[in-house]
């Protein structure tokens, strides 16, 4: 650095600003980049509360961004219930207990979940969760 009574000169400055600029530039060229705007972090997760009662379903939301969902089931009904999604299933869970549930989604679509008590599904213990 060229200093002059301990001053930084303008030519210090002008290259300090230039890489200021130059920083900022590759960032938001790297942003704009196809399959990069909107990404999520891998740590990113999404927490839905699901309550299953005789013969329902209720979420907390109806859908989420890809990535890691924590499915919070509460079992708010008179018998056992499960909750089913994306291939992965709570054990029975006793009336009035909860249980968690970590599945990790990361194509967009529609996914269907269900209580796989025989009978549970087909009385209405069913519906779609959409990960967009």
Not at 7 to 32: G, H, K, M, N
Not at 39 to 63: D, H, I, N
Request: proline content about 5%; aromatic content about 8%; hydrophobic content about 40%.
């Amino acid at each position: 650095m060229n200093q002059i009574d301990g001053e930084p000169q303008p030519s210090d400055r002008i290259t300090r600003v230039l890489i200021v600029i130059v920083v900022l530039a590759v960032s938001a060229a790297v942003s704009a980049l196809p399959g990069t705007a909107g990404t999520r972090s891998a740590s990113t997760s999404t927490t839905v509360r699901v309550t299953g009662k005789e013969f329902s379903f209720a979420l907390s939301r109806k859908w989420g961004l890809h990535g890691t969902f924590i499915f919070r089931f509460t079992n708010r009904g008179q018998i056992e219930h499960d909750f089913k999604i994306a291939g992965k299933k709570t054990p029975l869970v006793q009336p009035g207990e909860s249980v968690t549930l970590t599945v990790k989604i990361m194509k967009p679509g529609k996914y269907r979940y269900i209580c796989t008590v025989p009978g549970h599904a087909a009385a209405g213990m069913k519906g779609v969760f959409t990960v967009r």
